[in-house]
Nanobody, 117 residues
Framework: QVQLVESGGGLVQPGGSLRLSCAASGLTFSAYAMSWHRQAPGKERELVALMGIAAGSTIYTDSVKGRSTISRDNAKNTVYLQMNSLKTEDTAVYYC??????????WGQGTQVTVSS
């Protein structure tokens, strides 16, 4: 049974930082590309950052470029999202996703990030 468990969300002031973690189990982690997505109230879920199987292959949505870094530790079956200079518009539920060609993607349950003073 595949499980993705996010952690690290919380309440942070504007300008602050958070590091989200997503621990995966039940799959060959190194064979999956990993991504972070977010969904704010009343909005569609959007891609935040993506990392392919090769650690150097990353994609970021424009709104987080220069402020966020996605990374993975295949030895720990974990993907991270470091977010700096947080803004109120970063407030959302953040989800991680594991995907590979020919297989339905797996999603975590989400972790709430609230940026507020």
């Amino acid at each position: 049974q595949v499980q993705l468990v996010e952690s690290g969300g919380g309440l942070v002031q504007p300008g602050g930082s958070l590091r989200l973690s997503c621990a995966a189990s039940g799959l060959t982690f190194s064979a999956y590309a990993m991504s972070w997505h977010r969904q704010a109230p009343g909005k569609e879920r959007e891609l935040v950052a993506l990392m392919g199987i090769a650690a150097g292959s990353t994609i970021y949505t424009d709104s987080v470029k220069g402020r966020s870094t996605i990374s993975r530790d295949n030895a720990k079956n974990t993907v991270y999202l470091q977010m700096n200079s947080l803004k109120t518009e970063d407030t959302a539920v953040y989800y991680c996703r594991a995907f590979r060609t020919g297989v339905n993607p797996y999603w975590g349950q989400g972790t709430q990030v609230t940026v507020s003073s």
